[in-house]
């Protein structure tokens, strides 16, 4: 005999179940963890813009963002409102730039919807306004454009050794930070300096970056929760590849 369909119970059984699934995962959403530590990101505007075609001018680096190690979009409802950072907004468009569109709020959005929202589970960051001047306060204490020039270390057609960009970041933060680097355009036995992570703890103090596993599961995070955007082109820089830091392009006639 063949069923024609599932039984009232069974019905009611599996609506239960999955609504006690439903439950259960509002109760307790893995993404609303307090984070144990945050990454201060910054990129090379320079390498940036030799991927995505912008011209930014500028000779300093700038703010990628502040990333808690736990959750992403964990507010959608807090909306960014620009207003509660006005005293901040000069800073912003100085440090932390759009690059591709220098004019739009967009990018400050984005990264509070993405980890802002989550950043704000833990009472110093518990505000736009607490998570911006926060970020900004860390990019201005950890120097990185000022720390790598009195290293001799500057945006040259020469290559540097990955071993001496990462000591002298090393030791002048005083715990291992993660330096990213992406395939550059001048051939397979160089890559190109593009971004540098700052591990912190929740005193926002310089601890080791951690690797391998940590990452691999925010990797999973990533594409579990923002599986529509491209995978980064950034990747941990090959500790044997000589490593070019690209001077600021001269602007362009006509351009
Ligand atoms: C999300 O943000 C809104 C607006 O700030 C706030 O009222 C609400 O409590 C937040 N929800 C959670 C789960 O933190
Ligand atoms: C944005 O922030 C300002 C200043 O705190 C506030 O007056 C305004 O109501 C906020 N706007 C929205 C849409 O929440
Ligand atoms: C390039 O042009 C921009 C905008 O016109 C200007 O702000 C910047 O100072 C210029 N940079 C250089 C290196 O000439």
């Known amino acids: 005999m063949i069923s024609s369909g599932k039984t009232g119970f069974e019905m009611k059984a599996i609506a239960f179940v999955t609504l006690l699934f439903l439950a259960c995962g509002l109760a307790t959403p893995f993404y609303l963890k307090p984070w144990s530590e945050v990454t201060l990101t910054l990129h090379w505007p320079q390498t940036f813009c030799n991927m995505e075609h912008c011209s930014p001018h500028l000779d300093y680096w700038t703010l990628h963002g502040l990333w808690p190690n736990a959750g992403m979009n964990c507010n959608n409802t807090w909306k960014f409102n620009i207003s509660e950072v006005q005293d901040l907004k000069a800073d912003m468009e100085k440090y932390w730039p759009n690059l591709l569109h220098p004019t739009s709020i967009q990018f400050w959005s984005y990264e509070w919807h993405k980890h802002g929202t989550c950043a704000a589970s833990v009472e110093s960051l518990n505000?736009?306004?607490k998570y911006f001047s926060k970020a900004?306060?860390?990019?201005?204490?950890?120097?990185?454009?000022?720390?790598?020039?009195n290293a001799?270390?500057?945006?040259?057609e020469q290559n540097y050794q990955f071993d001496d960009i990462e000591r002298c970041i090393w030791q002048h933060f005083g715990a291992q930070p993660k330096i990213q680097c992406v395939k550059s355009t001048k051939g397979e036995n160089v890559q190109e300096l593009g971004q540098v992570e700052i591990c912190l703890n929740t005193d926002f103090m310089p601890v080791a970056c951690k690797k391998s596993k940590e990452d691999l599961w925010s990797r999973v995070n990533e594409l579990l929760l923002n599986r529509f955007s491209a995978p980064s082109p950034f990747q941990v820089c090959d500790?044997?590849?000589?490593?070019?830091?690209?001077?600021?392009?001269?602007n362009k006639t006509g351009h």
Do not use: A, C, W
């Open 127 to 129: 505000s736009q306004h």
């Open 136 to 149: 900004l306060e860390l990019y201005k204490r950890f120097d990185l454009t000022k720390t790598l020039k």
């Open 152 to 156: 001799g270390i500057e945006p040259s």
């Open 239 to 250: 500790f044997g590849t000589p490593v070019h830091y690209p001077m600021v392009k001269e």
